[in-house]
């Protein structure tokens, strides 16, 4: 019971989320707020692809990006009065109010790596749901001025991508 529970809790954030989730956002999502155990999670995700009530919408990326199907909806709308109505409300709480963050932290991504010269390397990018919308890798000198361009990449990647969207294409 306990197994379907799971089942019907993804597919219920997924539902809420309105938008596919990257694997790793839904775990992390799932396991700090204590909705279920990380081998749970995993466990449901696995035998929920193999079924066919999620699907991996990015099979090309490295990472997967797990969104609802059809049949997926349709078992949530026959049951998802299982889900216990205050875990409900607890998802449905914390989606309304991080909604945005989880948004940027799958569509603003951002990494950094030291060079065999020792300079450092930041890599940017835009991920929309059907496609890259931008991907940029600047070249610094320390390891903290990466850091602090990797951090800011979030809040300052729409103005960043809307400045050379005007400055370059129109």
Request: hydrophobic share 40%; net charge neutral.
């Given at each position: 019971?306990?197994?379907?529970?799971?089942?019907?809790?993804?597919?219920?954030?997924?539902?809420?989320?309105?938008?596919?989730l990257l694997e790793n956002i839904l775990v992390t999502m799932?396991?700090?707020?204590?909705?279920?155990?990380?081998?749970?999670?995993?466990?449901?995700?696995?035998?929920?692809?193999?079924?066919?009530?999620?699907?991996?919408?990015?099979?090309?990326?490295?990472?997967?990006?797990?969104?609802?199907?059809?049949?997926?909806?349709?078992?949530?709308?026959?049951y998802y009065t299982t889900i216990p109505i205050s875990l409900?409300?607890?998802?449905?709480?914390?989606?309304?109010?991080?909604?945005?963050?989880?948004?940027?932290?799958?569509?603003?991504?951002?990494?950094?790596?030291?060079?065999?010269?020792?300079?450092?390397?930041?890599?940017?990018?835009?991920?929309?749901?059907?496609?890259?919308?931008?991907?940029?890798?600047?070249?610094?000198?320390?390891?903290?001025?990466?850091?602090?361009?990797?951090?800011?990449?979030?809040?300052?990647?729409?103005?960043?991508?809307?400045?050379?969207?005007?400055?370059?294409?129109?």
């Amino acid at each position: 019971m306990q197994n379907q529970i799971n089942k019907l809790t993804i597919l219920y954030i997924l539902d809420q989320m309105g938008t596919p989730l990257l694997e790793n956002i839904l775990v992390t999502m799932i396991v700090d707020n204590n909705w279920m155990s990380f081998m749970d999670c995993k466990l449901a995700l696995s035998e929920m692809l193999n079924v066919g009530l999620i699907i991996n919408v990015a099979p090309t990326k490295a990472e997967p990006k797990i969104a609802i199907t059809m049949s997926g909806r349709e078992g949530l709308d026959g049951y998802y009065t299982t889900i216990p109505i205050s875990l409900r409300e607890d998802i449905a709480s914390h989606i309304k109010k991080n909604r945005v963050y989880y948004k940027k932290q799958q569509e603003y991504i951002a990494d950094y790596y030291k060079n065999k010269d020792g300079t450092y390397t930041v890599s940017m990018k835009i991920d929309s749901s059907s496609c890259t919308l931008m991907d940029l890798k600047i070249i610094v000198q320390t390891r903290s001025t990466a850091k602090r361009i990797y951090k800011s990449w979030q809040d300052k990647a729409p103005i960043i991508y809307e400045n050379i969207h005007e400055n370059l294409i129109e």
